[in-house]
């Protein structure tokens, strides 16, 4: 073999091809086998560099970014189980259809097979998790390498941002001497990437059938799950509007906070739970957008109902079973919104009083919800998000955990004329990552970001909060600190004697999991501030925070033993005040 030099023109290519397809974030962790390619992305200009210690945290951090501003973002890592440190993010962006491109370093293919150290089977790595995977060949002088290398990297950011969007993978031999020769300068521009697919349009005969169903509804209502999409407050409070209809939203739907007024019912998870609402307030048209709801009393509320239901949805919704009278609409959720509203202005056939009693039992439910929580006398962990829309600024940014904090936010944040956006990792729905996720999207938007996590994804994620500080971020995180997995404590587990189980004996060994720490010090010896909140301290803890540079750690201790308790307590306030037994 001739001796080998590793040149720089594929390296502009591939380079020149993220910044003309839209990646503006790169994530650099480090390793020795990834050099080539880190020196020429951190050569370029066009890009910000966050470079990363641990690449799961990293992957993560890419995956917050994407998330907020829907842009691709690009992470990078050596050679060996430093690229398996992706799988957990590759996961989640595969199911919350996030744009991630993971370029993976790998050693040539004549190292492979020999014991060569750092050295795994990185073809497919991912397996179904990614959209799709191109291997790239050893970066040689050939005129047509660098050609090859501007075109797959074109491919990999069209698939990766094309409804549904999600993760692609890159892998990327080097063959050492791994100093590249020539300039990495960005002289190779590449060419803007093709537009990724346009989502499903709406079908005229959708939209008729839309009217034809308007036109019978009596009791149309609108739900969404999950959904992060600009302009879909607007146009579905415009279809709303056009159908005389309830919005039951979900709080990650991005309607129930500065969204179709009037319309939005945002107690549904303490009115679903009396069983004569939810028998009279049966609608007779249903029209779905979002994700799988992260109320369970709803989403089996919902399945219940034999109401013919449209699921609208631009690329995934076959991930849902359609049983008969359920229909899948492939189409993107804001175009239908806004031409089915324009279609049905006018025709709706609901009854005066359907949208009146939704929005009198919603408002009676606040009402009795509002009056519970000024009687508290001792720390909840559903009150954080009670309070959320009077203690953050209009348009602020809020990444909320799984678990817990997520079924409060749900259960418990009330509608509000501000607008506030909504974030979760609600496609995997896992614990881990996610403070690296809450900063990645704060450093993607460059501004302030709040996290609402508990302890546990709190621990898993802790480099991250290091990562944080050495990146100069500004964050405020919320740690809702129960001592261990206060979600078990809703399951049968916690509840259920089985002596041949070995419940509930066993549970808090199993379940419960008290981790037994004081998590003040860490979190000062990782360099972040860290205040300790007391009943009703959060409003004027986020104002100080926001107005000071860094990460700041606002701790909220709860206790697992009561948590269940308080929450029947609320619920049974709502019942009381709807005059219904639970």
């Known amino acids: 073999m001739s001796e080998y030099v590793t040149p720089a023109g594929p390296l502009r290519a591939i380079v020149g091809a993220l910044v003309a397809g839209g990646v503006r974030d790169v994530v650099i962790c480090p390793g020795s086998r990834s050099t080539p390619l880190a020196l020429a992305l951190y050569a370029e200009q066009a890009l910000r560099h966050w470079i990363h210690l641990d690449e799961r945290a990293g992957a993560f951090f890419a995956l917050g970014a994407a998330r907020a501003t829907g842009r691709p973002v690009a992470v990078l890592a050596t050679s060996g189980t430093a690229s398996v440190e992706f799988a957990p993010a590759v996961a989640e962006a595969r199911y919350g259809r996030v744009p991630l491109l993971l370029l993976t370093a790998d050693r040539p293919p004549e190292l492979h097979g020999i014991g060569a150290p750092q050295t795994i089977d990185q073809v497919e790595l991912y397996g179904r998790h990614a959209k799709w995977y191109a291997g790239l060949p050893v970066p040689?002088?050939?005129?047509?390498?660098?050609?090859?290398?501007?075109?797959?990297?074109?491919?990999?950011?069209?698939?990766?941002?094309?409804?549904?969007?999600?993760?692609?993978?890159?892998?990327?031999?080097?063959?050492?001497?791994?100093?590249?020769?020539?300039?990495?300068?960005?002289?190779?521009?590449?060419t803007p990437r093709p537009e990724p697919l346009d989502p499903v349009l709406v079908p005229g005969e959708v939209i008729e059938q839309v009217m034809r169903a308007a036109r019978r509804s009596a009791r149309p209502l609108l739900v969404s799950g999950p959904l992060d999409r600009p302009g879909f407050a607007a146009a579905l409070g415009r279809l709303a509007t056009a159908l005389d209809a309830p919005v039951v939203a979900d709080a990650l739907a991005n309607v129930r906070a500065g969204g179709a007024p009037g319309h939005v019912v945002g107690n549904h998870e303490a009115l679903l739970r009396l069983e004569r609402f939810g028998t009279t307030h049966r609608p007779d048209l249903v029209i779905r957008f979002g994700a799988t709801p992260t109320s369970r009393v709803l989403g089996e509320w919902?399945?219940?109902?034999?109401?013919?239901?449209?699921?609208?949805?631009?690329?995934?919704?076959?991930?849902?079973?359609?049983?008969?009278?359920?229909?899948?609409?492939?189409?993107?959720?804001?175009?239908?919104?806004?031409?089915?509203?324009?279609?049905?202005?006018?025709?709706?056939?609901?009854?005066?009083?359907?949208?009146?009693?939704?929005?009198?039992?919603?408002?009676?439910?606040?009402?009795?919800?509002?009056?519970?929580?000024?009687?508290?006398?001792?720390?909840?962990?559903?009150?954080?998000a009670r309070v959320l829309p009077d203690a953050l600024p209009a348009d602020a940014l809020v990444v909320v955990g799984n678990s817990m904090p997520v079924r409060d936010l749900d259960a418990f944040l009330p509608t509000t004329p501000t607008p506030l956006r909504f974030m979760g990792n609600r496609g995997a729905n896992g614990i881990d990552g996610l403070l690296s996720t809450t900063f990645g999207a704060g450093a993607g938007l460059a501004q302030p970001v709040v996290g609402i996590v508990g302890d546990l994804s709190f621990l898993h994620d802790l480099t991250a909060l290091a990562a944080g500080v050495r990146l100069?971020?500004?964050?405020?995180?919320?740690?809702?600190?129960?001592?261990?997995?206060?979600?078990?404590?809703?399951?049968?587990?916690?509840?259920?004697?089985?002596?041949?189980?070995?419940?509930?004996?066993?549970f808090e060994a199993l379940f419960g999991t008290p981790h037994g720490l004081d998590l003040g010090p860490l979190v000062r010896a990782l360099g972040a501030q860290h205040a300790v909140l007391g009943l009703g301290d959060l409003p004027a803890a986020l104002e100080a925070a926001f107005s000071r540079p860094g990460v700041d750690v606002l701790h909220l201790r709860t206790e697992r033993s009561r948590n269940v308790a308080l929450h029947q307590a609320a619920f049974a306030a709502v019942a009381a005040a709807l005059g219904e037994d639970r």
Do not use: Y
Request: a negative charge; aromatic letters at 6%.
């Open 140 to 190: 040689d002088e050939a005129d047509d390498a660098a050609v090859e290398a501007r075109s797959t990297v074109e491919r990999a950011l069209s698939v990766a941002t094309s409804a549904p969007a999600g993760p692609v993978q890159l892998n990327m031999p080097f063959r050492e001497p791994l100093l590249p020769v020539g300039s990495l300068g960005g002289d190779e521009p590449g």
């Open 302 to 384: 919902l399945d219940g109902l034999e109401a013919p239901t449209m699921l609208v949805d631009d690329g995934a919704g076959w991930d849902r079973p359609l049983r008969p009278g359920r229909e899948l609409v492939m189409a993107d959720p804001v175009a239908f919104a806004e031409m089915a509203a324009e279609a049905v202005q006018g025709q709706s056939s609901a009854d005066p009083g359907w949208r009146a009693g939704w929005i009198e039992a919603d408002r009676a439910a606040a009402t009795a919800l509002d009056a519970w929580f000024e009687r508290l006398d001792e720390p909840f962990e559903g009150a954080v």
């Open 472 to 506: 100069g971020l500004d964050a405020t995180l919320v740690l809702v600190d129960n001592d261990g997995g206060g979600i078990f404590s809703f399951l049968p587990q916690a509840r259920e004697k089985r002596p041949d189980l070995g419940l509930p004996g066993d």
